[in-house]
């Protein structure tokens, strides 16, 4: 929503549409999308490092990539470096999230417009005016954002999707560590059900908690006291970076 509001205030000409907010609730998003890709001139895909390990998200991307016209796609990357972009977004041109690369983001944007662009002095006075505004929020994603190492992510998908492969138990065990489990897709293989709700649990800080709920409900602590310690361990080092 950030980004959106500072591509509205660059330049008022530009229309930006975000999936998350743009789609009511009760329409069908997938006609909604496609409704909208085809009239859309440039996309922007924003990937952190959480998103990458994530397949729903890229396959969305992927999507996104095959619809924009003339494939003017630009992933935009908050917390990670070009080297780290996997899947079919490596095959664009990224920008990272910083003064510099958005700058350059703006003027491709800008050339690519049938109509409404700017001349490149005015668009870089509104984008010296309002990038600290996108700045702030972005320093604060930085600071929110602190992935799961992949090591410790695997191993827990490894020991978790084979003994709770039932959905319903995924469900009970997020709920009851007070997840928004209406944020992942149910219809789906239970190990991409388990990635969702680990990595649900990663943003709210909550996945300590998911596991023990796990080890209280299973009820073979000795089974997950490795695992444990190494959750424990990755969260109180998130503590003493703050």
């Known amino acids: 929503m950030a980004l959106k509001a500072f591509l509205q205030d660059v330049n008022q000409g530009w229309i930006p549409w ?6 009511l609730a009760g329409q069908r998003w997938g006609a909604e999308l496609a409704t909208e890709l085809e009239t859309t001139e440039y996309g922007i895909v924003c990937v952190t490092q959480e998103s990458l390990q994530n397949p ?20 935009y990357l908050i917390d990670i470096a070009r080297s780290q972009l996997i899947g079919p977004l490596s095959q664009f041109q990224a920008k990272e999230a910083s003064n510099a690369s958005t700058w350059e983001m703006l003027q491709s944007i ?5 109509g409404g662009s700017l001349p490149e002095a005015r668009l870089k006075k509104y984008f ?3 990038w600290p505004s996108l700045e702030e929020v972005l320093e604060t994603v930085n600071r929110e954002l602190r992935p799961l190492p992949q090591p410790l992510r695997q191993k827990l998908i490894n020991t978790l999707a084979p003994m709770f492969h039932r959905v319903a138990e995924i469900e009970m ?18 190990i991409h059900v388990w990635r969702e709700v680990i990595q649900l649990a990663v943003r709210d800080k909550k996945l300590q908690e998911l596991m ?11 089974r ?5 310690a190494e959750v424990s361990n990755w969260s109180l080092s998130l503590k003493s970076s703050i």
């Open 18 to 23: 975000y999936s998350d907010a743009d789609i």
């Open 56 to 75: 729903w998200p890229m396959f969305e991307a992927g999507a996104l990539s095959k619809s924009v016209k003339g494939a003017r796609l630009c992933p």
């Open 110 to 114: 800008n050339l690519s417009m049938p």
């Open 128 to 130: 010296d005016l309002f």
């Open 173 to 190: 065990h997020a709920l009851e560590s007070d997840l928004p489990i209406w944020e992942v897709n149910l219809n789906q293989a239970a």
């Open 212 to 222: 023990q709920n796990v080890e209280q409900n299973f009820g073979e602590g000795t």
């Open 224 to 228: 997950f006291a490795e695992l444990l």
